[in-house]
């Protein structure tokens, strides 16, 4: 069993940054495609961001592209999500999600495990 945890999420005004960090225990990190969605007020779970289990390919949302980045760290242990430029708009509840997996799958149903959430506010 995989348990993940969000962390990082917070209140920042329109065009500050926020780096949001989603760590795993009970398994290697590395064995996972990991990716991050977000669901706002009202709204359906949306798709932000994947990192495959090797790094080397990423995916973003188009609305996120240029603005946010997805890495994994070093010793493969957390998933990190950059946020710069924020917007109003990016104010969600934002989830980490684990897919055994090389490469990410293309819907949210299909990872395995999901973390609690952590909540992002961004005020204009």
């Known amino acids: 069993q995989v348990q993940l945890v969000e962390s990082g999420g917070g209140l920042v005004q329109a065009g500050g940054s926020l780096r949001l960090s989603c760590a795993a225990s009970?398994?290697?990190?590395?064995?996972?495609?990991v990716g991050w969605f977000r669901q706002a007020p009202g709204k359906e779970r949306e798709f932000v961001a994947a990192?495959?289990?090797?790094?080397?390919?990423?995916y973003y949302t188009g609305s996120v592209k240029g603005r946010f980045t997805i890495s994994r760290n070093g010793a493969k242990t957390s998933v990190n999500l950059q946020m710069n430029s924020l917007k109003p708009e990016d104010t969600a509840v934002y989830y980490c999600?684990?897919?055994?997996?090389?490469?990410?799958?293309?819907?949210?149903?299909?990872?395995?495990?999901w973390g609690q959430g952590t909540q992002v506010t961004v005020s204009s």
């Open positions: 009970g398994r290697t990190f590395s064995d996972y495609a």
């Open positions: 999600a684990a897919a055994r997996s090389r490469q990410p799958p293309p819907s949210a149903g299909e990872y395995d495990y």
């Open positions: 990192i495959s289990r090797t790094a080397i390919s990423t």
